[in-house]
């Protein structure tokens, strides 16, 4: 066995750790960058790539049914399997050089193709080597957690690591979980042609505002989808592509219905096999390793956790910012905390469903009513929107009653682009003024964030009050 020695010793190639190796090793430190599977992790090969890849096939599909509303001919399109897994493998293919070895290499890593695990709380070793590391970063992912429902693993369900791959199209899909993935994946493989039902225990979309989640739901069921909130998945059985499940209704009914497949999108879990945490002596549960909010373990300094093996924020992009936080702290010595900054959250359906800070319920429950203020307006009042053809849709600020941002919500087409002026704001710690002081193209569907900025001045800028100090201001020559 090799022996090495590292400034920092990376667990996992998906987008948390690729991130923290290449800022490390652009630095100058030494970086050895462990990876089992494929390079680019679960993003690239499993879940956000090959998603949006789908989803955008799937848009292309609807456009075609749907484009009679513009005066052009529409039809039911004729689609094919084989070409959108062509369509998304090109995708992947297209990006994956971003994050292949032979760039990390280029860059100075040591990229080892092999299992890891810890020897002792300084030491990662694989079948080939056994690296000493100053510190060690685990960015080990996540994988979708298996509900127990009986007979499920009986059956060949599927998760995100293998529906992009099925040979055959899936006539009709069963999908448990109607959380972003669940929502997605539905109306994606519903526009392509598959009849989908969507099981769900709570309510769909959970975490993003009800109103906005309501919208997307009324949409999805618009389009055929079958969504079933407040029904559970109690057994199931058969074999192939005859599948059954039989489900409990919220009101205590019972049904049996027929699936060709079963896609599992209840949740997700890190992933830790194998990699003997505790012979690093590293404290974690079920949702993640331990860590301080600085991301660094509770249990031994030298490891520090990113990503989904964190269990806060299962989000690319807040993979991407832990690597921030870990390269401040770790190699600047500055002070950085993972919940420095709201996080904001999308689901990509349609319409969109863009999520930041805190939801309209949330901020009531958190402050009291009183305490705040929720400013709307709605795409049926823009321009863009109705020249599109797609009008659904709305945005909401919530402030407190001194114009502080808490929290933003954006429901329509282009939803999570949208959402960015008021990460930027909500992050600078701007107040809702700085969303009206900007000029905004027209006509663009970007305009709503100012609209509905500027809806929080109106009780102010046409009260009374103002109106006669305008009136008093007019007699100055």
């Known amino acids: ?42 993003c690239l090969n499993y879940g ?49 050089p971003v994050d292949s070895q032979e760039r990390f290499e280029g860059l100075g ?38 509900p127990p429902v009986p007979g499920l693993s009986d059956i060949p369900y599927l998760t995100n690591e293998t529906i992009f791959s099925l040979d055959a199209f ?33 309510r769909a979309l959970a975490r993003m505002d009800a109103e906005a989640a309501a919208l997307a739901v009324a949409a999805l069921r618009h389009e055929g989808v079958d969504v079933r909130e407040g029904w559970k998945a109690i057994r199931v059985g058969g074999a192939g592509t005859n599948l059954e499940l039989v489900l409990n209704g919220p009101n205590g ?21 194998g990699l003997n945490l505790e012979a690093g002596g590293v404290a974690f549960d079920a949702k993640g390793v331990t860590v301080k909010p600085n991301l660094r373990s509770e249990t031994n300094p030298r490891v520090w956790a990113v990503g989904d093996a964190t269990g ?10 832990h690597a921030s936080v870990f390269v401040r702290n770790a190699l600047f010595k500055t002070r950085s905390t ?6 904001p959250a999308v689901a990509y359906c349609d319409p969109e469903v863009g999520q930041i800070g805190l939801t309209e319920a949330e901020a009531k429950e958190q402050m009291g009513e009183a305490a705040i203020r929720v400013v709307r307006w709605s795409f049926e009042e823009n321009d863009r929107a109705q020249a599109e053809g797609a009008p659904e849709g709305f945005a909401k600020i919530i402030t407190d009653k001194g114009g502080t941002m808490l929290g933003a919500t954006v429901a329509g087409e282009g939803a999570g682009d949208i959402l960015q002026i008021v990460a930027v704001a909500m992050s600078n710690k701007l107040k809702i003024r ?35 100090l305008v009136g008093l201001l007019q007699r100055i020559p």
């Open 1 to 42: 066995m090799k022996e090495l020695k590292a400034d920092i010793a990376v667990i996992g190639a998906g987008s948390g750790g690729l991130s923290v190796a290449a800022g490390a090793a652009q630095l100058g430190l030494k970086v050895v960058l462990f990876e089992k599977h494929e390079m680019g992790g679960d």
């Open 48 to 96: 956000c790539v090959p998603s949006k890849a789908l989803i955008s096939a799937a848009k292309a599909a609807q456009a075609v049914r749907t484009a009679g509303r513009f005066g052009v001919t529409a039809q039911e399109p004729t689609v094919s399997w084989d070409g959108v897994k062509a369509h998304v493998r090109k995708v992947i293919e297209t990006i994956a």
């Open 109 to 146: 890593c040591t990229v080892i193709r092999e299992h890891a695990r810890f020897a002792d709380p300084q030491t990662i070793e694989s079948a080939s080597v056994r690296v000493k590391a100053r510190r060690i970063v685990i960015a080990t992912g996540s994988r979708a957690t298996i």
């Open 170 to 202: 899936p006539k009709r899909l069963v999908i448990l979980g109607a959380g972003p993935i669940g929502v997605e994946l539905g109306q994606a493989f519903a526009r392509l042609g598959a009849q989908v039902i969507l099981i769900e225990p709570g």
């Open 253 to 273: 009914e019972s049904e049996t219905i027929a699936a060709s497949h079963i896609l599992v999108a209840a949740g997700r879990a890190p992933v830790f096999d």
């Open 312 to 321: 806060k924020a299962l989000l690319t992009h807040a993979a991407g910012w």
């Open 338 to 343: 993972f919940d420095a900054l709201p996080m």
């Open 434 to 468: 700085a969303l009206t002081n900007y000029i905004a193209p027209y006509p663009t569907r970007g305009e709503i964030i100012k609209r509905v900025a500027g809806q929080w001045y109106v009780p102010v800028l046409f009260s009374g009050r103002t109106k006669g």
